[in-house]
C-alpha cells in the first residue's frame, strides 16, 4: 500500500511499503498525489531527504506547485512537535502542515531520540514521507528507529525514482518487467514489497564497499568520498 491509497489515519506507527516511480519527473508527480491525500487526514506532511541537492529540488518543486511549506531548521525532539494547543489555534486550515526536513535533524544529529508525552500520540498525526535512500544503510535504519519514537500517529514510507543514483543499482530488465506487470505506469508510484526487500539487501550487501562517512552534498557525492576505492 502507497501513500496514495493509504489516507486512514490510525493510532500507533504504520510503515507503508517503498513506492517506486519510473523516473524523477513521475516520482514529483506521484509525491503531489500523496502530499495531496495525506493532507486529508493528517495534521502534518514532512518530507525528509538526506541530502542538500534533494531538499533544493524539493524546495523548488514545492515553490512551482503554489504548496505552502515550513523548513525544519534545527532538531526536532517531541519537545518541539507541535502542540495540541498549537493545531487547534492555528490559521483555520483545511490541509495538514507540510514540513521539508533533513533526515539528520530527525531526533537530533546524535542520534538522542524523541522525548515522550503521555497521551500525544492518538492526538496528533503525521505522514513522514521520505523522498530518497542514502547509499549507507545505517542512516535509513537510524531514521526509521527515531521515527518510531515520535509521540504521534505516524504513516512512514519512501517515495523513490528508479532512476535515483542509489534506487537504480536494483533496476534490472526483469526488475522493469516485473513493474510493467504490476501496472506501473509513466506518470504514477506502485508500492512493491519484492522491490523494498530487494533494494534493503543490496544496500546492507554494499555497506562493506564504503570506508567512512564524509558529509555531502548529493548521493552521488557520498558515494564519491566513502568508496574504499578512493580512500
Known sequence: MSFIEWITRRPGFRSLEDSFAINRESMLIGLLRAIEQQQKCCDEVWLVVHFFDAFLELQDFLGE????????????????????SDLSTGSGRDAGIVRLALAALVGGAAGDGVQSSPGRRERLSLAIIVCERHPHHVHDKRLFELVKQIDASITFGYVLSLDDVVVRKIVSPMALRVLKQL?????????????SRLLERRLIRDS??????????????WIELNSRSVN
Not at 506547485?65 to 495540541?84: K, M, S
Not at 562493506?208 to 557525492?221: I, L, M, T, V
Open 183 to 195: 501496472g506501473l505506469d509513466d506518470d504514477e508510484l506502485i508500492a512493491s514489497h519484492y522491490l
Open 208 to 221: 562493506k564497499n564504503y570506508a567512512g562517512d564524509r558529509k555531502a552534498d548529493s548521493a552521488a557525492q
Open 65 to 84: 506547485q503554489g504548496i505552502e511549506y515550513q523548513i525544519v531548521d534545527r532538531e526536532f525532539h517531541g519537545a518541539n512537535l507541535p502542540t495540541d
